[in-house]
Every structure is written in structure tokens, then in C-alpha cells.
């Protein structure tokens, strides 16, 4: 079993809907959790960001974090034809980056296969 | 601030070739990674580092070398090159929370 489990889609929608995307997890080491959006022919971005189990809420975007559960979902209200693209689950056991040279495997993001939504005008 | 670089952006190389993959980043960041993109794979890392002269490997590190001799810079090697390398390749620098990819290298290998 993968460690990060995503539904690769495609997700297809009309204008204005809700839509969820999820990713379940099987390493329950795994603390930080990221969502990043990628276009057609372009590097990921990342959207949110999250360290803990429940919401964090940035305009139309939500991330979800139930560690007991090993799920997290992001939410994006009112969807628009630009937010049409692929999404990525992103997680680690440690933070990325803070300068500590210690600890090898806590800098190692493992992603979701992604999920390509359209919306649909 | 150009944020991460990447050259070239696309490459067609013969099987057995050599090259380098060139990324650099003006963020002052300690963390850099490489990753590869395949369809239905999903990103995989290849190798990371976190600070000049440190490196370490990925998932995926076979046929692949790298170095980092500056904060800026951290190229990635492909000795010989093959088939089985034909994919998008993303350079990425981080600190804290924030990660920031390249545009990305379409390398094939024919």
C-alpha cells in the first residue's frame, strides 16, 4: 500500500459548486500536511499549509486534517474555470527547511498521485 | 528575485548520454530537492539537500547524481542516461513552510 492514497479523478464540475478533494495516509508519523495546485505544463504551488488535526480556511479554499482518521480534504467553495488544474497531496514527518541538519526522512515530502479537476463554465 | 530556476526546459538526449540539469534559487534557502513527474506516479523525490555541502537521497536516486557546493545552486547528473529517465523533472527550495517549485525540465530519452 502507498503511503499517500489521492483519487486521481478526473473531477469534472459546473461553475460555482463545492468540491472536494481527498487524501487518505497510512503513516501516522506523517504531522505536516500541504495541498499544492499544479497547471497544465507548470511547477506545483503550493495553496495551504497545515500542521494540525482540523480547519484552516484561506477565501475559498479549506484544508481538513483528521489525523485519527488519517484523512485530510480540501474544499473550495464557489469554484471558478480558473481553478481548473491538478491537485496535490503533500505530507512529512518534520518541517521542511528550518536549517536543522539533523534527523534524515524528515525532510522528504511524499505526494498524492493528484487529482485533475475542471470546472466547467 | 527570480525565486527557483530551472535549464533547460526541455532536452532530448540518446541513451547512454550524459547531462546536467541546472537549478538555482535567489531565496537564501537551505532546503533543495529534485523530483521527477511521471503520468499516474504522481511526484517522486530524487534527491535532496539541506545546506551546502550536504546531500542526501530520495526515493528514486538510481542513475542520478548531485552536488552542492553553494546555497544557490544544485544541479542534478545523469550519468547515463536511459529510457526509463524520460519524465518532468522539478527543482524545488523551501524554509519553513513554504516550498517553491521550477518551472520544470521535459527531458526524453530516445
Known amino acids: 500500500q502507498k503511503e499517500v492514497e489521492q483519487d486521481p479523478g478526473p473531477l469534472s464540475v459546473p461553475e460555482g459548486a463545492i468540491v472536494s478533494l481527498n487524501c487518505t495516509y497510512s503513516?501516522?508519523?506523517?504531522?505536516?500536511f500541504m495541498w499544492y495546485r499544479q497547471y497544465s505544463r507548470k511547477g506545483p504551488e503550493l495553496l495551504m499549509y497545515?500542521?494540525?488535526?482540523g480547519n484552516k480556511e484561506d477565501g475559498r479554499f479549506t484544508a481538513q486534517v483528521d489525523k485519527s482518521s488519517k484523512y485530510i480534504s480540501l474544499f473550495i467553495r464557489d469554484s471558478q474555470p480558473s481553478d481548473s488544474a491538478t491537485y496535490l497531496c503533500?505530507?512529512?514527518?518534520?518541517?521542511?527547511?528550518?536549517?536543522?541538519?539533523?534527523?534524515?526522512?524528515?525532510?522528504?515530502?511524499?505526494f498524492g498521485k493528484g487529482t485533475k479537476l475542471s470546472v466547467i463554465p | 528575485n527570480a525565486g527557483v530556476t530551472q535549464t533547460p526546459k526541455f532536452q532530448v538526449l540518446k541513451t547512454g548520454q550524459s547531462m546536467t540539469l541546472q537549478c538555482a534559487q535567489d531565496?537564501?534557502?537551505?532546503?533543495m530537492s529534485w523530483y521527477r513527474q511521471d503520468p499516474g506516479m504522481g511526484l517522486r523525490l530524487i534527491h535532496y539537500?539541506?545546506?551546502?555541502?550536504?546531500?542526501d537521497q530520495g526515493e528514486v536516486p538510481n542513475g542520478y547524481n548531485v552536488s552542492r557546493s553553494t546555497t544557490e545552486d544544485f544541479p542534478l547528473r545523469l550519468l547515463s542516461a536511459a529510457p526509463s529517465q524520460t519524465s518532468v523533472y522539478f527543482c524545488?527550495?523551501?524554509?519553513?513552510?513554504?516550498?517553491?517549485f521550477g518551472p520544470g525540465t521535459r527531458l526524453t530519452v530516445t
Open positions: 503513516n501516522s508519523a506523517f504531522q505536516y
Open positions: 497545515t500542521y494540525s488535526s
Open positions: 531565496m537564501n534557502h537551505e532546503y
Open positions: 524545488a527550495s523551501s524554509y519553513a513552510d513554504e516550498q517553491y
Open positions: 503533500a505530507m512529512s514527518v518534520g518541517a521542511l527547511g528550518l536549517g536543522s541538519r539533523s534527523g534524515a526522512g524528515s525532510y522528504q515530502l511524499t
Open positions: 539537500s539541506v545546506g551546502a555541502g550536504i546531500t
